[in-house]
């Protein structure tokens, strides 16, 4: 997947690995490894959906991209430019992040108008009061909440409502890429379709790429161009959307897809459900070789032994898995 | 005696809060029978979760069941005194809650939390109970059982916490299980083992399950009768194939159309409109009638009367009673 082409990708990442110390006992630190080792790449205008189960990194991930936490190893560049510890300020411009909670994610002590700003005010995008009152109330008028309601503080609205003042706050630089972090998964199933529209939507007009986080695969089949499917900080199948839910090569993500409830009480009763055997092991202490091999099906010795690498399967698929 | 394990009759649950009384439930009828499984399905603040508690009678102090009627093999057991209702709950009925985290008591070991439902509700000796306790985490699927015993809550995942719960709701055979969002914590493949299993248990035991959760994907999964709440009402009921396939109430359609489906993939979703009502400053009319599109004007002003579709099958609607009429091609219907 590596190119050498740098307008080719507005994100790609290289062997991203973000470990974070944990205290085992006086004087005895292990990594925890969140992320280990990942690659992939984000076209212009291109959402790439990024699923998993709770702990298996994914949120790392996006966070990870942005540098809200220092990667441990590995490089990303965005638009062919390396990020690091000197740009990441000046990228933050072009690189936002809508976050999963509407509750938590806004000063509950500042207005809209000021929530919205803020990101206004640190890039310093206005050149007076009056333009940047006019930039707020686009902003609230592109993602469709009453530009009257500026002057009100985020407790006053719903959490559909919350969701798209975090969304206004994201496109207030006229970002390039936007980490969405389960951002509907807060919201009821009649607000989240709202929502999701809104991203399309929003897509179609200003370009932008997503990264989108989600658990919910229904929804990340929906919204994404491409999918990426994460377990214990690795990626273990990447393809298009469509041809990873026809095609699914990896035993997880064939269970994750079979476990997903269907609104649909016919295809329920036929469905062949895998239920896969017990929890996810702790990231602490992982299995040797295939992380996954302790819950899959196929198993075999060789898998204990061997570490699976993403393979090209043809068409972009691509799967990290030695027996399929 | 009738078929019917648990029949809620108009039942009116409200909250007097200091802002006016919140209508939580406003009129919730529908049976259950013995060993079927019913779903409640509604967005938050649909009042699914207040019509369990008021099954359970355990709701917050400021809850009152204001009037209907919950019976019980034909008994009305809002008409029990605390001391009837404590023999009820957990032995003729039991509930597990969405927060396998919060819904353990973190100051107990599993065991003791397991067998005090045994030990009160039974006349086992505390070894009895013990192995009461053992029999039910094997049963749920729990490894090394005896361990498990003398662990806390904070010890065990989200899936086997969940499990627990179950093991203690079940501990005492009871006849009717109100599952209120039993897997909405949960990831999906945790999900899909507490599902199994909840289905599982259901067929071996023979009991009753209610089976309250917004995500249409498990209830199409597990339910063989589905009730749609909608501020507090019920907006329709029927079968699942009636729900999922033969839609009479807009609030369904919506619902529906809002979310994805395998079948139409890369079509654009069709959101339901506007937010959901504020439950203390209900509408006239219709409690939907702000975010439907098709609204007519009785449907500001009049709360439309549960209409038959089917046997199965009922909606309140009024576009269901116009299009009867316009079928009966101005009969003598009064409208």
Known sequence: ?324 | MSNYILEVNNLQTSFFTDSGEVKAVNGVSFNLERGKTLGIVGESGSGKSVTAYSIMQILADTGKIVDGEVLYNGEDITKWNNKQMAGFRGKKCSIIFQDPMTSLNPTFSIGSQITEAVLLHTDRTKKQAKERAIEMLTLVGVNEPEKRLKQYPHELSGGMRQRVMIAMALACEPDILIADEPTTALDVTIQAQILELIQDLQKRLGMAVVMVTHDLGVIADMCDEIIVMYGGSVCERGTADDIFYKPHHEYTKGLLRSIPSTARMKERLVPIGGTPINLLNMPKGCAFCARCDSAMKVCLTEVPQELPISETHFASCWLNVKAQYEAENGGSQDE
Not at chain 1, 27 to 54: C, H, Q, R, Y
Not at chain 1, 99 to 115: A, V
Not at chain 1, 210 to 234: C, E, N, P, T
């Open chain 1, 1 to 324: 997947m590596s190119n050498q082409n740098k307008s080719e990708y507005i994100v790609e990442v290289k062997d991203l690995k973000q470990y974070f110390p944990i205290k085992a006992g006086f004087n005895k630190i292990i990594p925890l490894k969140a992320v280990d080792g990942i690659s992939f790449a984000i076209k212009p205008g291109e959402t790439l959906g990024l699923v998993g189960e709770s702990g298996c990194g994914k949120t790392t991930v996006g966070r990870s991209l942005l540098h809200l936490y220092k990667p441990t190893s590995g490089e990303i560049y965005f638009d062919g430019e390396l990020v690091t510890d000197k740009n990441i300020h000046s990228l933050r411009k072009e690189m936002q992040m809508v976050f999963q909670d509407p509750y938590s994610s806004l000063n509950p002590r500042m207005t809209i108008e000021d929530i919205i700003g803020e990101p206004l005010d640190v890039h310093k995008l206005y050149a007076n009061k009056a333009e940047r009152r006019d930039k707020i109330l686009d902003l609230m008028e592109t993602v469709g909440l009453n530009s009257e309601h500026a002057t009100r503080y985020a407790h006053e609205f719903s959490g559909g409502q919350r969701q798209r003042i975090g969304i206004a706050r994201a496109l207030a630089v006229d970002p390039k890429f936007i980490v969405c972090d389960e951002p509907v998964s807060a919201l009821d199933v009649s607000i989240q379709a709202q929502v999701i529209n809104m991203f399309e939507d929003l897509q179609a007009k200003l370009g932008v790429a997503y990264l989108f986080i989600a658990h919910d695969l229904l929804v990340v089949h929906h919204i994404s161009d491409r999918i990426a499917v994460m377990y214990l900080g690795k990626i273990v199948e990447i393809a298009s959307a469509d041809e990873l839910n026809e095609n699914p090569i990896h035993p997880y993500t064939e269970s994750l897809l079979s476990a997903i409830p269907m609104p649909d009480p016919n295809s329920a009763k036929q469905r062949n459900r895998i239920v896969l055997e017990g929890d996810v092991p702790s990231p602490m202490n992982l299995p040797s070789g295939c992380a996954f091999r302790t819950r899959c099906r196929y198993a075999t010795e060789q898998c204990a032994k061997e570490c699976p690498t993403l393979t090209d399967r043809g068409n972009g698929h691509f799967v990290s898995c030695i027996n399929k």
